[in-house]
């Protein structure tokens, strides 16, 4: 298929957005992120909160696509358990819309704080280099030293398991990598013409850092941090499995998962919903990435 | 004839000078990593809430009560005066919470069971490490051939396949990984036990599957990339070009370069494995250090919690730097590049250990 020949030259937006969307592959996992986001967003219109974490011990372990008879604010009302219920009754779809609500706020979040502290410190180290360079990089060696996993466990059988431990935790493990990666891409930027030429016309380091650096090191980060979502989802299930992250009645995939152990030969479907639930959206993640890779970087394109 | 093995022996005392140069180098550099891990962790337990003397004595302990029990244990000292306890021992005004340091592989004993914390470990290692090792091979064993069959017929039905199941790999949880095994193997077909102990081989096979599925994912995804690239150089298009057979050209000619990049992605997986034994061990109840250590969270218990973790840190960073050295030894370029960089100083200097594996 030949693309039509265009009069103008494409922004840069427009040159991505055109390589991006030839994977559709990426523009899948982008398809099935933005469901759950918008799921996500809007998951007390389908489920109360209250509901999905009150007991209705006499449907425990409904099967899929059971409709029974639930205790709603004194009155008997029936419902329809769509993907079932749990070992509480509680609807296990209800509490999975509600999960996806967790899980996409620690994606964001935790990403979010490390790209913003390890950003920093990183165009820090590259652009001012000498003792400072030295401490950070040190420092974050130490820290890629420890596994992700195994450190953000410390972190949080140290400080009790909350919603923000949890958060904190994720977030300071994943700041190292980074650091790295900003500081490698303001190495191979930081010398050339278009900075001297910003220094040459007396601009503050600030300004030449945020404005002329940091726009041409986004690259590698956006492609990172696409990937560094799905890491800290993943870790927050896992987490969250050995009881260390979101605690129960309040739903989490993780600890939907753990709950279900038990009970693997009653009831599976309380055990493969929120685990094709935590597949699909780490798949999607790394789908966008690889997408955002081919897209991104002139030097892995084909 | 002489003079050209004169010739040889001075380049191979050069590179083994070099070689024992960068091992010293890196085994230095394992010195401040060491005492990096150690600080962090140490600081986690010291600033974490909650006072574990208060949690070894009984609910209605008086104040006074624990004060005493806090100095008996050191822990009224100063941050400092505790991390150098830890490091190097402590002898307090008793004998029941005395210990002799991380360097000495002692750090007290459990709250909950009262044995000796690092006896606990050392004793369960050995599973740890037999799981991991069975799940390396599996990993290594099934990677690698579906890697390059997927390299070599690039957009045919079994690479499709492959990329598919890879991409599945890398995304699945390895706990959900390994209940979904249990419903299956155990409960459906009644093929494995679902409890898995070392003494019985049959056990180890699912817990083994669910940790090698996503080093398995990973390795077969660089094999793949890696032969890509390889088949598209020219000396493979050279060995073809002589009349070589295709299966020789891949073996001898793409295999051995296209798995330079594999060997320090399978390094950084054996790092993994033995995090990702945590959560395997959990599912299977299989007890190894991973199940030591949620036991000690699920139980407050200080001393176990610290000393798994440091115990773990301490050998993901051991292992990385065996890995780092084998490569060197493997890579002639790497030999090479060290030859060079003899006298020159060395950038990045953890390169390899925090190379970490993004799939």
Redesign the interface.
């Known amino acids: 298929m030949s693309s039509p020949v265009k009069p103008h030259p494409r922004t840069p937006w427009q040159e991505f957005w055109y390589r991006f969307r030839k994977n559709k592959l990426a523009v899948g996992g982008m398809g099935v992120i933005l469901l759950y986001v918008s799921i996500a967003l809007c998951a007390d219109l389908f489920y109360s909160w209250d509901f999905i974490v009150g007991n209705q011990i006499p449907n425990a372990f409904a099967p899929v696509g059971t409709k029974a008879v639930v205790d709603w604010g004194g009155k008997k009302v029936e419902h329809l358990y769509i993907l079932g219920a749990d070992n509480f009754g509680r609807d296990v779809l209800g509490r999975m819309i509600h999960g996806a609500r967790v899980s996409m706020i620690i994606g964001f979040v935790t990403i979010a704080f490390a790209v913003l502290v390890g950003g920093s410190l990183g165009a820090i180290a590259g652009f001012y280099g000498g003792v400072l360079e030295t401490i950070i990089m040190r420092g974050a060696d130490i820290l890629l030293a420890i596994p992700n996993m195994l450190f953000a466990l410390a972190i949080v059988a140290a400080m009790g398991p909350s919603f923000q431990n949890l958060l904190l935790a994720i977030g300071i493990t994943s700041v190292p990598i980074y650091v790295r990666l900003v500081r490698a891409s303001v190495l191979t930027v930081k010398d050339q013409e278009f900075v001297e030429a910003a220094k040459a016309l007396g601009a503050r380091d600030g300004r030449i850092i945020v404005r002329h650096v940091l726009p041409n090191c986004m690259a590698p980060v956006i492609v990172q941090a696409t990937l560094g979502i799905a890491q800290s989802i993943l870790s927050a299930t896992f987490l969250s499995f050995l009881g260390l992250g979101i605690q129960p009645p309040a739903p989490e995939w993780g600890n939907m998962l753990s709950e279900a152990r038990p009970y693997i030969i009653s009831a599976p479907h309380t055990l493969i919903f929120p685990g094709l639930a935590i597949m699909t959206v780490i798949l999607a993640y790394n789908l966008i990435g690889d997408g955002l890779r081919d897209a991104l970087d002139p030097k892995l394109r084909r | 004839m002489n003079r050209g093995q004169a010739g040889c022996s001075l380049i191979d005392f050069e590179q083994r000078g070099a070689m024992l140069r960068y091992l010293f180098h890196r085994i230095l550099q394992l010195i401040?990593?060491i005492l990096?891990?150690t600080l962090?962790?140490f600081t986690?337990?010291y600033?974490?809430?909650?006072d574990p003397a208060r949690l070894l004595l009984p609910q209605d302990a008086s104040d006074e009560d624990v004060a005493q029990l806090k100095h008996a244990m050191g822990l009224d000292r100063s941050f400092f005066v505790q991390y150098y306890h830890f490091l190097f021992g402590y002898d307090g005004p008793g004998d029941s919470f005395d210990y002799k340091g991380l360097f000495a592989l002692d750090l007290g004993r459990s709250y909950v069971s009262n044995r000796p914390v690092f006896g606990t470990i050392l004793e369960r290692f050995p599973n740890t490490v037999l799981l991991s090792t069975v799940a390396l091979c599996l990993s290594i064993l099934v990677s690698i051939p579906f890697g390059i069959i997927s390299a070599t017929r690039q957009y045919s039905k079994t690479d499709m396949v492959v990329t598919v199941l890879a991409?599945?790999g890398?995304?699945?949880?390895a706990?959900?990984l390994g209940?979904?095994l249990?419903?299956i193997f155990s409960?459906q077909l009644r093929l494995f036990p679902?409890l898995a102990v070392p003494s019985n081989p049959l056990s180890i096979v699912l817990p083994a599957i669910t940790l090698a599925a996503m080093s398995t994912a990973v390795q077969t995804r660089m094999t793949r990339s890696s032969m890509l690239e390889v088949m598209r150089q020219d000396y493979i298009r050279t060995a073809r070009a002589k009349g070589l057979d295709e299966k020789v050209v891949i073996r001898k000619h793409a295999l051995r370069n296209a798995l330079i990049p594999v060997v320090t992605v399978v390094g950084i997986q054996v790092?993994?494995l033995?995090?990702g034994a945590?959560?395997t061990e959990?599912?299977f109840s299989y007890p190894g250090i991973g199940t030591i250590?949620?036991d000690a969270?699920?139980r407050k218990d200080t001393p176990q919690?610290l000393a798994s973790?440091v115990f773990?840190?301490l050998i993901?960073?051991v292992v990385?730097l065996i890995v780092d050295i084998l490569y060197a030894f493997i890579d002639p370029r790497i030999k090479a590049q060290y030859i060079q960089a003899g006298k020159k100083k060395k950038r990045g200097?953890?390169h390899v250990?925090?190379r970490?594996a993004?799939?």
Do not use: D, R
Not at chain 2, 170 to 173: E, G, K, L, R, V
């Open positions: 401040p990593v990096g891990v962090i962790v986690l337990t600033i974490a809430p909650g991409l599945v890398i995304s699945m949880p706990f959900w209940m979904l249990i419903w409960v679902s790092g993994q033995l995090v945590v959560l959990t599912v250590m949620v969270i699920n919690i973790v773990m840190a993901f960073a990385n200097l953890f250990i925090s970490k993004t799939p």
